[in-house]
């Protein structure tokens, strides 16, 4: 090797978040020094793609960061605020360069990482790294999209018998990607599986697992809205099977009130949000308005409604890390 080439010493990886607490503020500091460091060095280094791009340390500590710091909480970033926030614009640049490699790593272009660095960087910069490997990288995106569905179907139509904590951290990442990718939640609502597995499991769930396929309902189908070419034929589609689902638990001998499709239209501005997005677009707003008016009348009565205002509850449970959602840090 050239030895005018920059050799740098391999990056140590982010610890795991339940060391996190037990390492001293003094070893922190040293952790963030060096992760800075050599972070910055590999991001000026002009020979970025001969040397960082095949130093695995680099991209095993930026799959480490995002995945751990997902996890922690508010307390551990009061602490270390400005130092995270420094290495945070740095890991997003490094992050963005390997994901325009002709073949970048693949732990960076699965859902799951996706959904982390959405978390981490905060929407509009986790939608920059979505778009990105949407774009340049098609092919993985969409296979990492099929096994994301395949796995949420399966671990729903499990239900009780599975592993819960296991199904409400996968909804709880999931939701990140649907949010800053409408490609991802389009792609789980094609057909009616996916709706069908999460009004299956919600009839049998706790109520926190209850609140947590909520916000993944609502989050798929204003995903059909949104994007370059918005599915409001789909949206219809899925619109009218939410209906027959309704009509089929009023029926039953399970009470009326207590179905997905009733929360979805009294806890939550799904209605009013499809039907001003369909009026933008200008398309299916005489379909829409029918089928809207079949779901109104879901709707819990006042008496009925113990269900928290969504925006409200959807407000306060949202994690201190997330940047704002009209900041960018870069």
Not at 151 to 162: A, S, W
Request: some cysteine; proline content about 5%; charged content about 25%.
């Amino acid at each position: 090797m050239n030895p005018k080439v920059l050799q740098l010493p391999p990056m140590v990886s982010f610890p795991d978040k339940d060391w996190c607490h037990s390492i001293s503020d003094e070893e922190w500091e040293v952790y963030f020094n060096s992760w800075i460091f050599l972070a910055e060095a590999h991001l000026s280094n002009s020979d970025f793609l001969k040397i960082s791009t095949r130093d695995s340390s680099v991209k095993n500590f930026i799959v480490s960061y995002v995945t751990q710091t997902a996890l922690l909480d508010e307390l551990f970033f009061s602490k270390f605020s400005e130092k995270l926030e420094l290495l945070r614009k740095i890991c997003f640049c490094i992050c963005y360069k390997l994901l325009e490699l002709k073949i970048p790593p693949p732990e960076l272009t699965c859902w799951d990482f996706l959904a982390d660095a959405s978390k981490v960087f905060g929407r509009i910069n986790g939608k920059k790294l979505v778009k990105l490997v949407n774009e340049e990288n098609h092919s993985c995106y969409e296979t990492t999209l099929t096994q994301l569905k395949a796995l949420l179907i399966k671990e729903l139509n499990t239900g009780i018998k599975g592993n819960l904590v296991k199904l409400e951290s996968n909804l709880k990442r999931s939701n990140y990607l649907h949010s800053v990718s409408p490609e991802a939640a389009q792609f789980l609502m094609a057909g009616s599986d996916y709706a069908d597995a999460l009004i299956s499991c919600y009839k049998i769930m706790n109520p926190p697992l209850r609140r947590i396929i909520l916000s993944n309902m609502y989050i798929c189908l204003i995903g059909l809205t949104r994007g370059e070419t918005p599915m409001i034929s789909a949206l219809l589609d899925q619109l009218y099977l939410l209906k027959e689902a309704a009509e089929a638990h009023s029926t039953g001998p399970l009470n009326a009130n207590d179905s997905l499709v009733s929360e979805l239209v009294t806890a939550t501005p799904i209605l009013r949000s499809i039907k001003q997005r369909i009026k933008e677009t200008g398309s299916g707003l005489k379909r829409a308005e029918s089928i809207l008016s079949s779901l109104e009348k879901f709707r819990k009565s006042s008496r009925n409604a113990n269900s928290q205002s969504f925006t409200k509850s959807k407000k306060t449970r949202k994690p201190q890390n997330i940047m704002p959602d009209n900041q960018s840090i870069v």
